[in-house]
């Protein structure tokens, strides 16, 4: 009964087992309900079932982090991350992390700053809205930090090295002008990466990258290839699954 149960909440008996062996870095999106029409709601965690995650990763004594501590291997640690930039993270997340002292990391498409999700507008999804300058501002003002997602969030892999090195090269530029504070970490637009990209991102002086490759973290895991979590059960990680292979047999 209790593996039954366990694949359907936050941190069941697999996740904590996993979560013991390295450092965890969970990948959200939104703080919000799923907007109707998303063509993946397994993007949105509700802000209370996002209140519940951080409580339970407290319960079982995992201590907030950054990814400034990498390559150290602190287990025991947890670090918790965004993708994109969408308002709904400041709307319904900044006050639950302050509450339960967490600090986390919003990784920012720069060209896209106070604008929309134009990368998943073009393949049918729902418009939302991104953080714009002063909801930034606010943000960093709050104690959390802000990384570098590309430029315009194009998959790295699929562009010349000219094209990676302005995605990669210039969206630090821009968001250190801007703000006034060192970027030094980086996140691949899907999770897409190979070596030329990874090498770039070295180059342009990130200390760290992560990836969307499951997994937690220690002292021999690459700095720029950091694994990262989806905050899912594991009966929702099947069901994300599933829903992204259907996906892709209707366009076929």
């Not at 930039?85 to 986390?104: C, D, P, Q, W």
């Not at 530029?173 to 990209?197: A, M, Q």
């Amino acid at each position: 009964m209790l593996g039954w149960f366990s694949n359907r909440i936050f941190l069941g008996a697999a996740q904590r087992r996993l979560v013991r062996c390295g450092v965890p870095i969970f990948a959200y999106h939104k703080i919000a309900e799923p907007t109707a029409g998303t063509r993946d709601p397994f993007l949105y965690v509700s802000p209370k079932r996002f209140e519940a995650q951080l409580t339970a990763l407290k319960a079982i004594s995992l201590n907030p982090g950054t990814l400034d501590e990498f390559p150290k291997n602190d287990k025991g640690r947890v670090m918790i991350t965004f993708d994109d930039g969408f308002t709904s993270v400041m709307r319904n997340g900044l006050e639950i992390l302050s509450r339960h002292k967490f600090h986390a990391i919003e990784f920012l498409v720069a060209g896209s700053v106070g604008k929309q999700n134009h990368w998943d507008i073009a393949k049918g999804d729902v418009p939302e809205q991104l953080m714009d300058e002063s909801q930034i501002r606010e943000w960093l003002s709050a104690g959390h930090q802000i990384g570098s997602h590309s430029m315009t969030h194009r998959n790295l892999r699929h562009l010349d090295r000219a094209e990676m090195r302005d995605e990669i090269f210039g969206s630090k530029k821009f968001l250190e002008d801007r703000f006034g504070i060192k970027v030094n970490h980086f996140c691949y637009p899907y999770g897409s990466w190979n070596e030329t990209v990874r090498n770039l991102v070295v180059e342009a002086g990130y200390s760290t990258a992560c990836t969307l490759e499951f997994g937690v973290n220690d002292a021999k895991t690459p700095p720029h290839e950091l694994r990262r979590i989806y905050p899912l059960s594991s009966g929702e990680m099947l069901r994300k699954i599933a829903h992204r292979l259907a996906r892709r047999i209707l366009r076929r």
